[in-house]
């Protein structure tokens, strides 16, 4: 069963991290990916950009309406995403606890619903 699990931390907090410790962080980012993939269950995955550069679009009445940044103001703001397969919750949980972010932020693991043409009646 495939699983997202969205990467979460304050961007705060990593933008006072030294150039060094960023560095490492990725590399340990890119470390676990080799990892996940080399056991079969990193299936796509990407860090994002600075919530600076994000626009949120609504669509109310058939008319879009644009605002800079993301959705709402929270502590924490959406750094990246894993997709990963996975037996189960626990296991995709298990996986999770491996991501580097999660020890400045969080992980949110949410299971991916299938959508399915519906089905001929006739």
Same mark, same amino acid.
């Given at each position: 069963m495939k699983y997202l699990c969205l990467v979460y931390y304050d961007e705060n907090i990593m933008n006072q991290m030294s150039q060094q410790e960023w560095d490492s962080l990725n590399q340990e980012c890119i470390a676990c990916v080799g990892s996940l993939t080399? /056991? &079969?269950?990193? @299936?796509? &995955? %990407?860090? =994002?950009?600075?919530? /600076?550069?994000?626009?949120?679009?609504?669509? #109310? /009445? +058939?008319?879009? %309406? =644009?605002?800079? +940044?993301?959705? %709402?103001?929270?502590?924490?703001? @959406?750094? &990246?995403? *894993?997709? !990963?397969? %996975?037996?189960?919750? /626990?296991?995709? $949980?298990? !996986?999770?606890?491996? $991501?580097?972010?999660? #020890? *400045? +932020?969080? $992980?949110?693991v949410r299971p991916v619903r299938e959508l399915r043409e519906a089905e001929n009646t006739r």
């Amino acid at each position: 069963m495939k699983y997202l699990c969205l990467v979460y931390y304050d961007e705060n907090i990593m933008n006072q991290m030294s150039q060094q410790e960023w560095d490492s962080l990725n590399q340990e980012c890119i470390a676990c990916v080799g990892s996940l993939t080399s /056991n &079969g269950h990193f @299936l796509d &995955g %990407a860090p =994002l950009q600075s919530v /600076n550069t994000a626009t949120t679009v609504r669509v #109310r /009445n +058939g008319k879009a %309406a =644009l605002t800079d +940044g993301p959705f %709402a103001e929270t502590k924490e703001q @959406l750094a &990246g995403f *894993y997709m !990963l397969e %996975a037996r189960d919750m /626990n296991e995709a $949980i298990r !996986l999770a606890e491996k $991501i580097p972010p999660a #020890r *400045y +932020g969080s $992980i949110e693991v949410r299971p991916v619903r299938e959508l399915r043409e519906a089905e001929n009646t006739r």
